[in-house]
């Protein structure tokens, strides 16, 4: 979401998050019935500030349930207008099973996601599955913010931008 600077050495960058991104992944709820939630129901976020080390983790957990790494698809959500062709048209996105979980109503745009695809027909794995992923403390490569970021955010940062030879 930062737009790249052409020179190289120390750069402020600055970009917004809109409050569509926080309030869809809350099912849009107010931010007064966000505050009238338990504690522990209440929209956080999570920011992972080291994406491989998390990968690892999740990955190798999987793997130690069972699961085999060609069965694990990571990718990113492309997003798609299912509305174009009217409430009763019709759309062929001609790709196979399990990829069709690779899109996403465009109204969502904005969530910019990526997600793991976990494709494997062991019914052992896949009842396992049907439960939360216990990874185990992410508290050294993520921040927490207890916040419901209903308006939105922005984020500004220094960077240093290198050439890589």
């Known amino acids: 979401m930062f737009n790249c600077p052409a020179k190289t050495g120390v750069h402020k960058l600055k970009t917004s998050i809109p409050g569509s991104y926080f309030r869809a992944f809350a099912d849009n709820i107010s931010r007064e019935k ?3 939630l338990p504690e522990e129901e209440r929209p956080v976020l999570l920011v992972i500030n080291n994406y491989p080390e998390f990968k690892n983790r999740l990955i190798n957990k ?3 349930m069972g699961v ?3 069965e694990i698809i990571e990718t990113l959500v492309t997003y798609y207008d299912f509305d174009q062709y009217g409430e009763m048209g019709w759309i062929d ?3 196979e099973s399990p990829l069709e979980l690779v ?12 997600r793991f695809i976990i494709n494997t027909k062991n019914e052992k794995t896949l009842l ?3 439960e939360p992923i216990e990874i185990g403390p992410l508290d050294d490569i993520c921040l927490i913010c207890d916040k419901y970021l209903y308006e939105g ?9 290198v050439l890589e030879k």
Not at 103 to 114: A, V, Y
Not at 153 to 161: K, S
């Open 103 to 114: 899109f996403k109503h465009i109204k969502f745009k904005d969530q910019n996601e990526g």
């Open 128 to 130: 396992m599955l049907k």
């Open 93 to 95: 996105l001609d790709i």
């Open 34 to 36: 966000a505050e009238m």
């Open 68 to 70: 085999n790494s060609n």
């Open 153 to 161: 955010v922005d984020v500004e940062l220094t960077a240093n931008v």
């Open 62 to 64: 999987l793997i130690s």
